[in-house]
């Protein structure tokens, strides 16, 4: 099978930022609960419409439930519209809440961008809804409150209007559909990956194949495992996605599986290669399927209580 209908097929099926996740790393949900347990007000109903419904976190406490793609947030928190290093983005879709530990790098991780040159902080993008579960816009990941979009715009201020928020956008680091990076790609931007990524409660970022190679290529320290973290994949290139690592607490919670042993840059240079030069497509690869909505069927149990809990 072709690798470019592997991947097309693959993205269906795994987890990530409306689809990301390693290839060969997706971890399975945690058990899904059956038809009966579900109260008859949220059976025949897409678990979107449910989410999407509510306005605030769930009183309790903090917890996430299930996998990535495929999961709720108890006792989620709201990281506040606007701090001292950073500003929340699209507001309009109230998606700035997530797990405490979640709500804590992102504080940690914007005062250290505010000390590079031109970063007032960090613009964050989506965290999760308020009791996470999928999003109505279909963005399958950020169910459990533990990945968080970072926008590649480097913040020149940090008080903007709600209006201003809904109008103004990141920029692109890519060239050639993401086998390089272009002129916007700044030191600045490896340092504050490599932070995040240095970070133990971080699980892996995805950003484009360009910026891995170009990341790669420019690290001189002798330190080169958290570079590991840092995982190749479509888009990604307006902002970089950081995915934390289950907490420690949370039973019900699914990790994906670590990164594979090394720096990974091997791997980020074939798809660069595979960006510039396409092997041919498989005429005998099964058609991907349509994705399905998600119902209360396919989540965890404990995400009853999650949309039933004041």
Same mark, same amino acid.
């Given at each position: 099978?072709?690798?470019?209908?592997?991947?097309?097929?693959?993205?269906?099926?795994? @987890? /990530?930022?409306?689809? !990301? +996740?390693?290839?060969?790393?997706?971890?399975? #949900?945690? #058990? =899904?609960?059956?038809?009966?347990?579900?109260? @008859?007000?949220?059976?025949?109903?897409q678990a979107k419409q449910l989410f999407g419904a509510k306005g605030l976190g769930s009183k309790q406490s903090a917890k996430p439930h299930g996998g990535y793609a495929k999961g709720c947030l108890a006792g989620g928190v709201q990281l506040p519209e606007t701090g001292p290093t950073w500003q929340a983005m699209r507001l309009s879709r109230n998606r700035n809440w997530g797990?405490?530990?979640?709500?804590?790098?992102?504080?940690?991780?914007?005062?250290?961008?505010?000390?590079? !040159?031109?970063?007032?902080?960090?613009y964050i993008g989506d965290i999760s809804q308020p009791r996470g579960g999928p999003m109505l816009s279909g963005h399958r990941s950020h169910q459990i409150g533990m990945d968080i979009?970072?926008?590649?715009?480097?913040?020149?201020?940090?008080?903007?209007?709600?209006a201003e928020r809904e109008s103004i956008s990141s920029i692109s680091l890519r060239r050639q559909s993401g086998a390089y990076t272009?002129?916007?790609?700044?030191? +600045?931007?490896?340092?504050?990956?490599?932070?995040?990524?240095?970070?133990?409660?971080?699980?892996?970022?995805?950003?484009?194949?360009? +910026?891995? =190679?170009r990341m790669c290529k420019?690290?001189? /320290?002798?330190?080169? +495992?958290?570079?590991?973290?840092?995982?190749?994949?479509?888009?990604?290139?307006y902002h970089f996605h950081v995915r934390l690592k289950c907490p420690k607490d949370a039973k019900g919670c699914v990790n994906q599986s670590p990164p594979p042993a090394g720096d990974g840059c091997a791997d980020a240079e074939?798809? =660069?290669?595979?960006?510039?030069?396409?092997?041919?497509?498989?005429?005998?690869? !099964?058609? !991907?399927?349509?994705?399905?909505?998600?119902?209360?069927?396919?989540?965890?149990?404990?995400?009853?209580?999650v949309l039933q809990s004041e």
């Open positions: 099978m072709g690798r470019v209908f592997k991947l097309i097929i693959l993205a269906t099926a795994i @987890a /990530g930022c409306g689809g !990301p +996740a390693q290839r060969q790393q997706a971890s399975s #949900p945690a #058990p =899904v609960v059956s038809t009966q347990s579900i109260p @008859a007000s949220m059976q025949g109903i797990h405490p530990q979640t709500i804590d790098l992102i504080e940690k991780l914007s005062a250290f961008a505010a000390t590079q !040159p031109g970063w007032k902080g960090l979009d970072i926008w590649m715009l480097p913040p020149k201020r940090l008080n903007h209007s709600r272009n002129d916007n790609w700044t030191r +600045a931007h490896h340092e504050i990956m490599k932070a995040a990524a240095k970070d133990p409660r971080t699980a892996r970022i995805f950003v484009f194949p360009g +910026a891995k =190679v420019e690290e001189s /320290g002798s330190d080169r +495992a958290w570079l590991s973290k840092i995982r190749p994949w479509w888009g990604h290139h074939q798809w =660069v290669r595979d960006i510039l030069n396409p092997p041919p497509p498989d005429p005998n690869a !099964p058609a !991907p399927k349509p994705r399905r909505e998600l119902t209360m069927n396919d989540l965890p149990r404990q995400c009853i209580a």
